[in-house]
C-alpha cells in the first residue's frame, strides 16, 4: 500500500503501512487453528471427537505453549517480506550488522483480576489470562531506539561466534544484561526468519522461547533500559488497545501496528520494529483478533 502524502505540518509517529492483511477486521487472523490439534496433522473420522474433547481439556497455557512450538518449528517461514513497506529507508548489505532479540513467553505468577470487556471472554478461554511477554524500555538517553519498547537483545558481540548458535546466545545474555533473569529457566523454542531494521541497519533475528522457570527481572542498567514489564497476552489481543501510530517524515506518512501496554508505571504504547513482530506472532498463533487498523494515532517519539 503506498503511503499517504501528508503535509509538512502533519504530526507523525513511526513506519510505514503494515501490508495487505494486518489488522483487517473484516479478515480471520491467523493461520494457526488454535487450541485443537488440527494445525498438526488432524483428519476426520474415528478418533476426531476425542481429539477434539482432549483438546479442549488442556490447560489454556499448554495450548499455548503447543502453538508456539508449532510456530518455532516453521519459523524461518515466517517472514514479514508483505508487511516491510512500513520500514523507513533500505537496509545497506555492505555495511548492516546483526542482531537479535529474544521473544520470551510465560505464565505469570498470579492470575490477572483486572476487568477486561467482555468481548474478550472467549480469547481468555483460549490462551487464558496468565500468558505474557517480556517487555523492556529503551532508555532515553540512548542514541538509537531510545524510549522505545522493545524485546530484550542487541548486536552479536565477537565471543557470542563461539556458542553453538551465535544468535541465540546473543539474545540470552542481552536479555540477562537488560532485566537480569536466569537464562537456565530460559527454553529456546527456535527462530522466525531474520528481519531487517533499516533505520539503525541491522538485519535482526528474532528467537522465540518459553520461560520455564520465572525469575524476577528488573532494568539492570538504567543507562540502557528504563522499565522492565511482562505484559498479558490478553491485552495485546484486546482490539480497545490496538491502533496504528504513525511518522511522518519528508512528506509521507507512515504507520505500524501498535499495541496499548499496561504496566506498573502506566501504559506503554508498544510500535514501530516491535509492533510489527507482535502482530505478525499473534495473526500467526491465531491469537489475533480483529481491530481496527484504520484508528491512527501518532507515535511516541
Known amino acids: 500500500m503506498a503511503p499517504e502524502r501528508r503535509g509538512p505540518g502533519d504530526p507523525g509517529g513511526a513506519e510505514r503501512d503494515v501490508g495487505r492483511d494486518a489488522g483487517r477486521a473484516d479478515q480471520a487472523p491467523g493461520r494457526d487453528v488454535e487450541g485443537t490439534d488440527r494445525a498438526a496433522g488432524w483428519e476426520p473420522g474415528d478418533g476426531a471427537g476425542r481429539r477434539e474433547r482432549d483438546a479442549a481439556a488442556t490447560p489454556p497455557v499448554e495450548r499455548a505453549r503447543r502453538t508456539l512450538e508449532r510456530l518455532a518449528e516453521r519459523g524461518p517461514e515466517v517472514l514479514m517480506e508483505d508487511r516491510e513497506p512500513w520500514r523507513i529507508g533500505g537496509l545497506d ?16 505468577d498470579s492470575d490477572d483480576a483486572r476487568a477486561r470487556p467482555e468481548s474478550l471472554a472467549g480469547a481468555a478461554e483460549r490462551i487464558g489470562a496468565e500468558l505474557d511477554v517480556l517487555i523492556v524500555v529503551r532508555a532515553g538517553s540512548l542514541r ?29 545474555r542481552e ?51 528504563s522499565l522492565v514489564f511482562r505484559v498479558p497476552v490478553l491485552d495485546l489481543v484486546d482490539p480497545g488497545r490496538r491502533h496504528s501510530a504513525t511518522v511522518t517524515r519528508g512528506g509521507m506518512t507512515y504507520r505500524s501496528p501498535a499495541f496499548t501496554a499496561p504496566s506498573e ?26 481491530w481496527d487498523a484504520s484508528r491512527r494515532i501518532p507515535a511516541p517519539l
Open 265 to 290: 508505571e502506566g501504559d506503554v504504547v508498544i510500535w514501530g520494529f516491535t509492533g510489527i513482530l507482535l502482530d505478525r506472532i499473534l495473526d500467526e498463533t491465531g491469537w489475533a483478533l480483529p
Open 175 to 225: 536479555a540477562v544484561e537488560e532485566t537480569g533473569l536466569d537464562r537456565d529457566g530460559v527454553e529456546v523454542l527456535g527462530k522466525l526468519a531474520p528481519v531487517p531494521l533499516p533505520v539503525s541497519n541491522f538485519m535482526v533475528m528474532p528467537v522465540l522461547g518459553w520461560w520455564t522457570r520465572p525469575t524476577p527481572v528488573q532494568a539492570v542498567d538504567r543507562g540502557e533500559s
Open 93 to 108: 548489505p555492505a555495511s548492516a550488522r546483526e542482531a537479535a532479540v529474544l521473544i520470551l513467553f510465560g505464565v505469570l
Open 144 to 172: 538509537q531506539h531510545a524510549g522505545q519498547p522493545a524485546f530484550p537483545g542487541g548486536k552479536l558481540d565477537p565471543e557470542d561466534a563461539d556458542a553453538p548458535d551465535p544468535y541465540v546466545e546473543a539474545a540470552l
